[in-house]
Nanobody, 122 residues
């Protein structure tokens, strides 16, 4: 199992940009899919994006498609989420997660970071 730590959250105005990072430790990082999820109080976790173990295939939730980009650097065991044209509705705690297989449900992932807060003001 991997250990994951997110960074890069913060506050930004609507239309702005932020980049999140997910640092992994543990063996065989390049054999895991990595996903980003977000959650607001009293709501279920929402799938944001995921990337295949090689980085060749990416997946996005409908609400972020065209605005967010996921990428990875297997040599440094890092995954990134670049977020552009942010909206107040993007405000949430963002967490990265790892799985041996791709999934859009948080139940598909068994390694999680602690999360980082993103706040977008209008």
């Amino acid at each position: 199992q991997l250990q994951l730590v997110e960074s890069g959250g913060g506050s930004v105005q609507s239309g702005g940009s932020l980049s999140l990072s997910c640092a992994a430790s543990g063996a065989s990082f390049d054999s895991y899919f990595v996903g980003w999820f977000r959650q607001t109080p009293n709501k279920a976790r929402e799938f944001v994006a995921a990337i295949s173990h090689t980085g060749h295939i990416t997946y996005y939730g409908d609400s972020v498609k065209g605005r967010f980009t996921i990428s990875r650097d297997n040599g440094n065991k890092m995954v990134y989420l670049d977020m552009n044209n942010l909206k107040p509705g993007d405000t949430a705690v963002y967490s990265c997660a790892a799985s041996r297989n791709f999934g859009r449900s948080d139940r598909d992932y068994n390694s999680w970071g602690q999360g980082t807060q993103v706040t977008v003001s209008s």
